[in-house]
């Protein structure tokens, strides 16, 4: 189990492929994205906000499960998100998972191989993704912020690309009986600073979704030194 759990953790840019590519673009953007089309009549703004290159992080708020392929589905590199190490011990889930592109992360720990593995999808056409809070959130409120994410994009040197998402967390089962809204903000800079990455990215997020911050939920689950 220890070494399956390494592999899932510690890619190549060798691995983040064509064929994972491939993969994902059938089960992303084609089919949950006619899916979220259809049932919840997605809409998506601010496309002209994303870089040409891949040396940026993807960060949106997080409100479901659906949220990590919606983001694949909707931007136009393939996405390597993040998913914590749990969901690797499930064997289909963690050959789905794999073939998605995702990796596994220890979220109470910002291994050497997961700082690895981001560094290797900036050699590839990929882009990382990190859902900065760490886990499913309620909406309307930003809370349970993990400064990870700031952490990785300063090791990597790497720009943040906030995704307000808006909607993705109410259960549709007619077609046109809901709606989710994507709104992608401007790109923050890199910065060195932690704090200053989580400040404006809580910024962003608010004006994209008008979510309001709630300071005192705020956590830090992954020290990055």
Not at 1 to 25: E, G, L, P, V
Not at 55 to 76: F, G, Q, R, W
Not at 97 to 114: K, Q
Request: aromatic content about 12%.
């Amino acid at each position: 189990m220890t070494k399956q759990k390494k592999q899932y953790s510690n890619k190549k840019a060798s691995q983040f492929n064509r064929w994972r590519a491939f993969w994902q673009f059938i089960v992303c953007k084609i089919g949950y994205y006619v899916y979220l089309k259809v049932v919840y009549r997605l809409e998506v703004h601010g496309l002209e906000n994303i870089p040409k290159d891949n040396k940026y992080i993807v960060c949106p708020n997080h409100l479901s499960s659906l949220d990590p392929p919606m983001m694949a589905a909707v931007l136009p590199r393939s996405i390597a998100f993040m998913a914590k190490k749990e969901l690797f011990e499930i064997p289909f889930l963690r050959w789905w998972l794999d073939w998605l592109g995702a990796f596994a992360v220890d979220r109470e720990n910002l291994s050497p191989s997961t700082v690895k593995t981001a560094e290797n999808i900036k050699d590839s056409r990929w882009v990382l993704g990190i859902f900065p809070q760490g886990t499913r959130c309620a909406p309307g409120e930003i809370n349970d912020i993990n400064k990870g994410f700031a952490g990785l994009a300063r090791l990597t040197k790497c720009d943040i690309l906030p995704v307000g998402i808006i909607g993705s967390h109410e259960i549709r089962k007619k077609p046109f009986s809901g709606k989710i809204i994507i709104n992608i903000g401007k790109i923050i800079p890199y910065n060195k600073y932690l704090d200053i990455v989580k400040d404006k990215w809580i910024e962003e997020i608010q004006e994209l979704t008008g979510f309001k911050y709630v300071p005192d939920k705020t956590t830090t689950k992954i020290t990055v030194k």
